[in-house]
């Protein structure tokens, strides 16, 4: 097993900021919402426009960012992302007219959607294989604490009615990882590909003892036959296996649900009829508390139980608090206890979601490339997912016109069952191997 140092850690945390600013912009929105609409009185029409401009950007940036983390590197493509993270900030907290806000969404939307890809792909690059799965989801961990404090500045900024605030903060943590990353060596893996093995070496000797900083040398060299790829080499034979798990599990990741809680709780929470004085603001905090400290419990134990196993347990967790959802919502007019199984059915999920395709997702479209179509493979993935997610987020509410709310839950619970059936039978284990071994699997052929 290689050793490391303690410098990975910090490393890994700088670069996460990438995270936190995914969650944080893409939470942030549904307080500042309510006072842009007044502001600038937008019809619903606009609303849904200057809500869902983030996802039409993010699709966007994941293609760019594909492009730029192979052609510039990780490193310089994570600090371009931060520059535009500030600039779509600073944009929408300053702006007077619709088409600044739109324009600034947009913009956000670009950075999301490239340091999505680009932050696990320079993790998982960085990382000795034995925590890698800790390391690379570290993101995820930042993803979720950043959408929990965007609901708890919006909460305090709207007391005061500050939306431009809740906007604008974005822009420290956006300086700060873009300061950080100069201080950060680059991918030593994409500097091999680029022919820079010296300069890969020592920064592998900064991050590994020397014998294995050297045995890794050999190792990335050894499966870089090829310089450079471009996309059709994407569709080789043996990347057949690899692309079908990464699309597959970006638009399961999407299509079981998740964001309709994320960005619906608090209405779904208001169809339970509990009569708490703040529902809403209970039903955010809680989804997002929840989010966070299930991570955690991920993080920890990733590199031991193994990505498959956690996939399965927390798959089946949320087909089946989706399938009691929508049967609570069936039986209907409630009463309290009702009210109470959705809100546990809601939570069981977020947590069975926390464990399983919220983190592994992202660590496992970082890991199961090989070398010289990485960036390009993670970016399709990356496209597919913001894909997705935009189109439930415009599909829910008609979903629920069409089926009925339990009618709604059962689907996204049968689509679980299919997300399942697809980790057994087409997932492989990557745990603790070297991203090296991974990619000789599929020109093997070998199943695991
Ligand atoms: C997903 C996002 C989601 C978030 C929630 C991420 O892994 O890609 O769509 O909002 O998890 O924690």
């Given at each position: 097993?290689?050793?490391?140092?303690?410098?990975?850690?910090?490393?890994?945390?700088?670069?996460?900021?990438?995270?936190?600013?995914?969650?944080?912009?893409?939470?942030?929105?549904?307080?500042?919402?309510?006072?842009?609409?007044?502001?600038?009185?937008?019809?619903?029409?606009?609303?849904?426009?200057?809500?869902?401009?983030?996802?039409?950007?993010?699709?966007?940036?994941?293609?760019?960012?594909?492009?730029?983390?192979?052609?510039?590197g990780r490193k310089n493509t994570i600090i371009i992302s931060a520059m535009v993270f500030a600039i779509g900030a600073l944009l929408t907290a300053l702006a007077l007219d619709m088409a600044t806000l739109i324009s600034g969404r947009i913009i956000l939307g670009l950075a999301i959607g490239a340091a999505s890809m680009t932050v696990p792909l320079y993790i998982s690059e960085v990382s000795p294989p034995s925590i890698r799965g800790k390391l690379?989801?570290?993101?995820?961990?930042?993803?979720?604490?950043?959408?929990?404090?965007?609901?708890?500045?919006?909460?305090?900024?709207?007391?005061?009615?500050?939306?431009?605030?809740?906007?604008?903060?974005?822009?420290?943590?956006?300086?700060?990882?873009?300061?950080?990353?100069?201080?950060?060596?680059?991918?030593?893996?994409?500097?091999?590909?680029?022919?820079?093995?010296?300069?890969?070496?020592?920064?592998?000797?900064?991050?590994?003892?020397?014998?294995?900083?050297?045995?890794?040398?050999?190792?990335?060299?050894?499966?870089?036959?090829?310089?450079?790829?471009?996309?059709?080499?994407?569709?080789?034979?043996?990347?057949?296996?690899?692309?079908?798990?990464?699309?597959?599990?970006?638009?399961?990741?999407?299509?079981?649900?998740?964001?309709?809680?994320?960005?619906?709780?608090?209405?779904?929470?208001?169809?339970?009829?509990i009569n708490l004085a703040s529902t809403a603001i209970f039903a955010s905090l809680s989804v997002g508390i929840v989010n966070v400290l299930m991570t955690v419990v991920a993080i920890m134990v990733i590199d031991k139980l193994g990505r498959r196993p956690l996939l399965l347990i927390g798959i089946a967790g949320m087909s089946l608090s989706l399938a009691v959802l929508g049967t609570a919502f069936a039986i209907e007019e409630s009463g309290a206890?009702?009210?109470?199984?959705?809100?546990?059915?809601?939570?069981?999920?977020?947590?069975?979601?926390?464990?399983?395709?919220?983190?592994?997702?992202?660590?496992?479209?970082?890991?199961?490339?090989?070398?010289?179509?990485?960036?390009?493979?993670?970016?399709?993935?990356?496209?597919?997912?913001?894909?997705?997610?935009?189109?439930?987020?415009?599909?829910?509410?008609?979903?629920?016109?069409?089926?009925?709310?339990?009618?709604?839950?059962?689907?996204?619970?049968?689509?679980?069952?299919?997300?399942?059936?697809?980790?057994?039978?087409?997932?492989?284990?990557?745990?603790?191997?070297?991203?090296?071994?991974?990619?000789?699997?599929?020109?093997?052929?070998?199943?695991?």
């Amino acid at each position: 097993m290689l050793k490391f140092r303690p410098i990975i850690y910090f490393i890994a945390i700088i670069a996460a900021l990438g995270g936190l600013l995914f969650g944080y912009d893409t939470g942030v929105i549904s307080g500042a919402i309510l006072f842009i609409n007044k502001e600038f009185q937008l019809t619903s029409f606009d609303t849904s426009i200057v809500v869902s401009a983030v996802l039409v950007g993010a699709t966007i940036g994941a293609l760019i960012g594909g492009i730029l983390a192979d052609v510039i590197g990780r490193k310089n493509t994570i600090i371009i992302s931060a520059m535009v993270f500030a600039i779509g900030a600073l944009l929408t907290a300053l702006a007077l007219d619709m088409a600044t806000l739109i324009s600034g969404r947009i913009i956000l939307g670009l950075a999301i959607g490239a340091a999505s890809m680009t932050v696990p792909l320079y993790i998982s690059e960085v990382s000795p294989p034995s925590i890698r799965g800790k390391l690379v989801s570290l993101n995820q961990l930042f993803v979720t604490v950043g959408i929990l404090s965007s609901y708890i500045i919006d909460y305090f900024l709207s007391l005061d009615g500050l939306w431009r605030w809740m906007l604008g903060l974005a822009v420290v943590p956006a300086v700060i990882l873009g300061v950080g990353m100069l201080f950060l060596p680059q991918s030593p893996r994409w500097l091999v590909k680029r022919g820079r093995a010296q300069e890969a070496r020592q920064i592998l000797r900064r991050l590994l003892n020397p014998a294995e900083a050297e045995a890794e040398i050999i190792d990335i060299e050894g499966n870089l036959r090829i310089q450079e790829k471009g996309w059709r080499e994407l569709f080789e034979r043996s990347m057949v296996h690899p692309l079908i798990i990464g699309i597959g599990l970006a638009i399961l990741q999407q299509v079981t649900g998740i964001n309709t809680i994320i960005y619906y709780s608090p209405t779904i929470f208001e169809m339970t009829g509990i009569n708490l004085a703040s529902t809403a603001i209970f039903a955010s905090l809680s989804v997002g508390i929840v989010n966070v400290l299930m991570t955690v419990v991920a993080i920890m134990v990733i590199d031991k139980l193994g990505r498959r196993p956690l996939l399965l347990i927390g798959i089946a967790g949320m087909s089946l608090s989706l399938a009691v959802l929508g049967t609570a919502f069936a039986i209907e007019e409630s009463g309290a206890l009702l009210g109470w199984i959705t809100v546990i059915s809601l939570m069981f999920y977020i947590a069975s979601f926390a464990i399983s395709l919220g983190p592994i997702f992202w660590l496992m479209i970082a890991e199961i490339y090989p070398l010289p179509v990485r960036g390009r493979a993670m970016s399709m993935a990356t496209i597919v997912n913001w894909g997705a997610n935009l189109i439930v987020a415009l599909t829910f509410l008609g979903l629920i016109d069409l089926f009925g709310k339990a009618g709604t839950f059962w689907c996204y619970s049968i689509i679980s069952i299919g997300a399942w059936i697809f980790v057994f039978f087409l997932v492989p284990e990557t745990k603790g191997r070297t991203l090296e071994q991974i990619e000789r699997r599929w020109k093997i052929g070998t199943k695991s």
